[in-house]
């Protein structure tokens, strides 16, 4: 039922569409989600997400966690980062990822909604570390797509590969290209 009504809302009102499907079969990954210029990404997230009907996750330090919203977040996906012993946020996350069954982690890696000229790397070394791979996620307000790409493996080039992974955003707009990072800087 809840799935009928994220497709009415994202498909009929709002005139969004998907293009291309999440493997049901990749357990554990990394959605690396781009351009993230506004604020709005979260919803069309969630409705990606109710329609896709699978569990997907996302992380934040362990305050956030108590009482009384720690049950609210786990309950939409939430898992708590424990950054104890000196852990930083890639091996603590890393750690989430080898406690779990399933675990499909969305992250935004240019990490802010304002002008960035370089991506957070954390998402890739997260992947690269825990053995999952990246499924690019695409968030076109021009075209009113989410377009959903291939599982990206990575290599431990980091330059490398992300020749290859970012050509997945290649003519991509944000809600406000002006903020999103220019990605034919790395292609």
Known sequence: MKKRLYQFIFFRLM??????????????CVIAVMPHTCNF??????????IANQQMNFVGKKELFVFPFGYYFRSI??????RSGGKNNVDATVDVFNSREIFRMGIAPEGTRKKVTELRTGFYFIAHKANVPIIP????????EVKIGSPFYTTGDYSADMGVFLQHYKGVKGK????????DTIL
């Open 41 to 50: 990404d979260f919803f069309i997230g969630l409705f990606t997400r109710g």
């Open 15 to 28: 005139g969004w569409k998907l293009v291309g499907t999440f493997d049901e079969n990749i357990k554990k």
């Open 137 to 144: 996620v695409a968030f076109d307000y021009a075209k009113k």
């Open 77 to 82: 996906g939430g898992a708590a980062l424990d």
């Open 176 to 183: 406000f290209p002006e903020r999103q990072f220019d990605f």
